[in-house]
Structures are given as C-alpha cells and as structure tokens.
C-alpha cells in the first residue's frame, strides 16, 4: 500500500499533466490551434490591456529577454502580438495584443473557468470553501518553495536542506 504522500506526489503530478494536456488539446481542436501552450502562456503574461515590456514580460515568465524575443517573433507573424519600440528611449520594446490575441486570450481564460467551475460543481458551498483553502495552502506552500530556488546560493542551501531532511527520514 502506498503511502499519503506517495499518493498526494502521484495526485499533483497527475493533476499537472492533465491540465497540460487538457488545455494543449483543447486548443488544437478549437479556432487557436497554431498556438502552442508555451505561446498561450506568452500571451497571458502579456494580458489583454496595456502594452508591456519585453523585459518586464520575461521576468514574469521566467525567462530570458532573448527566449522571449523568439517567442514573439513568432507570435507576431501568426498575428497575435504587436511589437513596437518606445518613441522616447528606443532601447526599450513594448509589446500588446493584437485583437486575435486577445481573443485568444479570453478563451483560454474561459477554459480555466470551466474547468475551475466543473471542479466545483459537485460539492456544498461549505465544502467549496474548504477545498479552495487547500488548494490555497498548496499553492502558498509550492510559491515558497519557487522563492528558495531565486538565487544559486538558495538552491545550493536548499540542496543541503533536501538532503539532511532525506537523511533524517532514513533514520
């Protein structure tokens, strides 16, 4: 028999690998099926309003300035970005939605709605309550965790952590 937390890490990485699939699926099966997922993701960091920077857009999807300009280079020529630079300080470059984008973005938000709405449908508004409370636990436990990993020496102490805590579990 498996133990809780084998069952809780099976849960997470199947619910993980679900949703993935879910939405890359229902995106190559509806009006948006040029865009990947990772492009989805792009263009819901850019979000729907105002054009935002390149570099501020990276930082928020965790990447480099460079890995993003590929990304938009691609998004512009299937028509989902707009890309201009800024008319007094040239080196900056700011990028917005074109209305497809937009539009796509919408979607995808919907898509997360549904699926939040049909998770929730099958419960009492008491029990709602209380699995949005765990499943806020969860996400304020695996952002903490994100923040150990912001710089080398972080990771580096967390590595220690990890193993010292593995060790204690052996004992």
């Known amino acids: 028999m498996q133990s809780e937390e084998e069952q809780m890490s099976e849960a997470l990485v199947r619910i993980f690998e679900n949703v993935v699939l879910t939405e890359e699926k229902s995106l190559q099966a509806g009006y948006f099926k040029d865009l990947s997922i990772a492009e989805m993701h792009t263009l819901t960091a850019i979000g729907p309003y105002d054009a935002r920077t390149m570099t501020n857009t990276a930082e928020d999807l965790g990447i480099t300035t460079g890995t993003l300009t590929v990304a938009i280079d691609r998004l512009v020529k299937k028509g989902y970005v707009h890309r201009e630079r800024d008319k007094r300080d040239k080196r900056i ?22 699926l939040a709405k049909h998770i929730l449908a099958g419960y009492n508004a008491d029990d709602r309550q209380h699995l949005l409370d765990l499943v806020n636990e969860v996400d304020q436990y695996v952002e903490q965790q994100l923040r150990k990993y912001d710089s080398s020496e972080n990771v580096r102490a967390t590595a220690r952590q990890v193993a010292k805590d593995t060790t204690k579990e052996k004992k």
């Open 93 to 114: 470059v700011r990028i917005s939605l074109t209305h497809t984008g937009k539009l796509a973005c919408r979607m995808n938000s919907k898509f997360h709605r549904v």
